[in-house]
């Protein structure tokens, strides 16, 4: 998603200042510590898992296996269910020792010999229904078989031995073991699928052939022994791919994380359930904190691919209690195991509300009732320099950092500051009215504004989600992107929502329905000391953050003519229907193929983020050079469509597999700088520019809410910042059978982009596509011009 402008032109520096240093050692040195940093978080989810009876085997199975063993024993003593091992831990180490340590009488050796043999039987069974489903889980070739024709018979016992092993109520964690790791390409074929990928994209075959012999020389060169390093990483660590991911792409940005890296998630559009700001407010906080509860207590149902595999959850983790802390060279996330407060911004001033009472979580109406103080505490305005401090966390990661050092170091600012860092999120009461017309397309482009930047300075961009209310009750949320990527804060949105609309409700009035008469103690306002140094600094803040803001071209767009209904009807992938519109409309946007970016999950492996889809083909490239040519009739023109889109979704699938291009590039890129080694080829592919950024917002992940019986509830997606600096960002989501949602961003500055041109290009598109099908369908398949 925003993490592609990250990407762009992605470089950094590894310096040891004139020291002699053995690069091998070092590199070895940096992996072994990733693969420590993984095991550390395995052990503790262990942890977890025994606490709440999974591994992946339960409590209760543990229960019935000693009841067996021990009835055995007992009753029926010439059956030996153990082999000799009963009687050996009877007579050998440890029994005898805690028998006479403890004084027992000795008939407990029994029992104690048949509760340790149950013990080392059930986990025996724990660790090989873990390693039965790891290898299970290797197979991937369900996702390439046609719908149509059904599963394959190695597939269809594939699926039975899987729903043997899975679990009917799985804990969050119960499958991150049986996860496989994430497989690493072997460096002939990414190249080999690196050239397939930018051939369309060359403007003649003497530059393709110049792409070919750097790629080639790469390849035959230095590419093994960075190969090498990749290897031993990808056996040692979790994942070979993602903390190099959050650290090189995302923390040592330097560049503002408003707008560049944050991304944004709207109101379901066409209704609203109350106009009062605090009771939506509190209707959506307090269903956030049961969704952290659900997480803490490991209780929210993991994520299951057709019902059965599973996705990875660890993503989970820091949705709440996490913070992004700037630093001069690179920044760091912390997490707080626990957090007992939010932090409230309304009109440039803080509050921090607790949200227990006595160890109980607060219900609607009581956080309502606390709101209702915020927005009565209009008689004390926000001090100088208060009102537009949250423009800190909206400039470049340098200048709040050192900003961070000199003036919030200590004393009560510290205090303060630690008060934001440590909430479990922060919840914006916005000033203005989220306003939302069909017949007005404009104030939808204003509401998807407000969320991605608002005024630049009234946000906290640094935690893990801003939650952001409207005065007339619509609402919307601001994240940060390295902790977790959209897949992750959606569901979380699907929650909430569902949640607001279908379980807690608001009455008559429009406050909240759920609670009692009790009022809990008020927010506490935030003491800030601003010198007068600290206030120029904010205001100087605040003149670079309304450039960045002005900058952004932002167009929303609802179609409404068709949908999911269409694509499926005619046997297409949404997915791959959707990307070929964008290709069709960029190229009439800019007369040209550029390199485009699709992000992809790899969720079906242990820590798995994101992988790249290259879109532009050989195949998208032919169809979309038909579709302006009237020399090919209707029935070619959807001969190429169909070829292309079946390849978009061929290459979609093996990104999800672990046979992507980029991330693994990326890797020998990060191998190489800590080498110290120069590649030409790694210079070039890590710094063509992503002119298309694209991405897909999931919805209706775990089926919360009932379409058929809210059908007004459909979401709008969200969507990001401009990519490169002459280039879009595309996100998208298919809401329904007949709705989908556009969110176009571009840079003002930049002469070779327009939103709005670029949004009615993918009207136009995606009006000629239908046109092209509707035709072929009714049996025209004459020359006939879509234009």
């Known amino acids: 998603m925003a993490e592609a402008h990250q990407a762009v032109a992605f470089s950094f520096q590894i310096t040891h200042e004139g020291v002699n240093i053995n690069y091998d050692f070092e590199i070895l040195h940096i992996v072994w510590l990733s693969g420590l940093r993984s095991y550390r978080k395995r052990f503790t989810r262990f942890l977890n898992n025994l606490k709440n009876g999974v591994f992946p085997s339960s409590v209760e199975f543990f229960a019935l296996i000693l009841i067996l063993v021990t009835t055995s024993h007992f009753i029926f003593q010439t059956i030996d269910p153990s082999f000799g091992l009963i009687n050996f831990f009877i007579h050998h180490f440890p029994i005898p020792h805690l028998i006479a340590l403890l004084r027992l009488p000795q008939q407990a050796s029994d029992l104690l010999a048949c509760i340790f043999y149950s013990l080392i039987l059930w986990f025996a069974k724990a660790m090989l229904m873990r390693y039965m489903l790891k290898c299970l889980l290797l197979y991937k070739g369900w996702m390439f078989e046609s719908h149509t024709k059904g599963p394959s018979l190695k597939s269809r016992i594939w699926f039975f031995l899987v729903r043997t092993l899975t679990i009917k109520r799985p804990l969050l964690y119960s499958y991150q073991s049986a996860l496989p790791r994430l497989p690493l390409p072997k460096v002939k074929d990414t190249i080999e699928k690196y050239l397939l990928s930018v051939k369309p994209l060359c403007d003649n075959d003497e530059e393709f052939e110049k792409k070919r012999l750097l790629a080639y020389e790469f390849r035959d060169g230095i590419a093994k022994r960075l190969q090498r390093y990749l290897v ?115 009109k440039g001033k803080f509050y921090r509300m607790n949200i227990y009472y006595k160890g109980r979580l607060l219900l609607p109406k009581e956080i309502e009732s606390i709101l209702d103080m915020i927005i009565e505490d209009d008689v004390n305005l926000a001090l100088p320099g208060e009102e537009h401090l949250g423009v800190v966390t909206a400039v470049d990661r340098v200048s709040w950092a050192r900003t961070r050092n000199e003036y919030f170091a200590r004393g009560v600012n510290r205090t303060s500051l630690d008060a934001i860092e440590k909430a479990a999120f922060v919840l914006v009461l916005d000033d203005m009215d989220f306003e939302f017309d069909v017949s007005d397309p404009s104030k939808l482009d204003k509401f998807g504004r407000v969320l991605l930047h608002g005024q630049g300075y009234d946000r906290w961009y640094d935690k893990s989600f801003c939650l952001i209310v409207g005065k007339n009750g619509r609402a919307g949320f601001n994240a940060e992107h390295s902790w977790a990527d959209a897949p992750i804060i959606a569901h979380l949105w699907e929650f909430i929502l569902a949640n607001d609309f279908a379980n807690l409700g608001y009455d008559e009035n429009g406050r909240c329905r759920t609670g009692n008469g009790f009022r809990p103690p008020p927010a506490t306002r935030l003491k800030w000391d601003f010198s007068s140094q600290l206030c120029d600094k904010i205001e100087k803040f605040v003149i670079t953050a309304n450039e960045l803001v002005n900058d952004v071209d932002l167009k929303l767009i609802m179609y409404t003519d068709y949908g999911k209904g269409f694509m499926k009807k005619n046997k297409v992938s949404p997915d791959a229907f959707i990307q070929a519109a964008l290709q069709l409309a960029y190229f009439r946007d800019a007369n040209k193929f550029s390199l485009t970016y699709e992000a992809s999950m790899t969720r079906l492996f242990r820590e798995g983020r994101t992988e790249t889809v290259r879109p532009v083909t050989i195949e998208s490239a032919a169809w979309v050079r038909s579709m302006n040519n009237d020399s090919f009739s209707t029935s070619e023109k959807v001969a190429l469509f169909k070829a292309a889109c079946i390849k978009h979704q061929n290459s979609y699938q093996h990104a999800m597999c672990g046979e992507g291009i980029d991330r693994h590039l990326f890797c020998l890129y990060v191998v190489s700088k800590y080498l110290e080694i120069d590649s030409a080829f790694l210079k070039e592919v890590l710094s063509e520019p ?88 009714n049996g025209s398949g004459d020359k006939t011009s879509l234009e």
């Open 232 to 346: 031993f990483k990808s056996w040692w660590a979790s994942n070979y791919v993602s903390d190099w991911w959050e650290e090189y792409v995302y923390l040592r940005g330097r560049s503002p994380i408003m707008i560049n890296s944050n991304f944004y998630g709207i109101d379901a559009l066409l209704v609203c359930p109350t106009s009062r700001q605090t009771a939506r407010a509190a209707n959506l906080v307090h269903s956030c904190l049961l969704f952290r509860r659900l997480i803490d207590r490991q209780e929210l149902k993991p994520i299951m691919v057709q019902g059965l595999v599973p996705l990875c959850s660890w993503q989970y983790e820091r949705t709440f209690n996490t913070t992004r802390i700037p630093g001069i060279e690179t920044d760091k996330l912390v997490h707080y195991d626990d957090s007992q407060h939010i932090v409230v911004m309304r």
């Open 690 to 777: 992503w002119k298309l950024s694209t991405s897909q917002t999931p919805h209706g992940q775990a089926g919360l809410l009932d379409l058929r019986k809210y059908p007004k509830h459909i979401s709008a997606g969200g969507g990001f910042g401009p990519v490169a600096d002459d280039g879009y960002g595309v996100s998208y989501i298919i809401a329904g059978e007949d709705t989908m949602f556009f969110h176009i961003s571009s840079k003002r500055s930049s002469s070779a982009t327009d939103s709005l041109r670029f949004a009615q290009n993918i009207r136009k598109a995606l009006q000629d596509m239908k046109h092209m099908l509707s035709s072929s369908v």
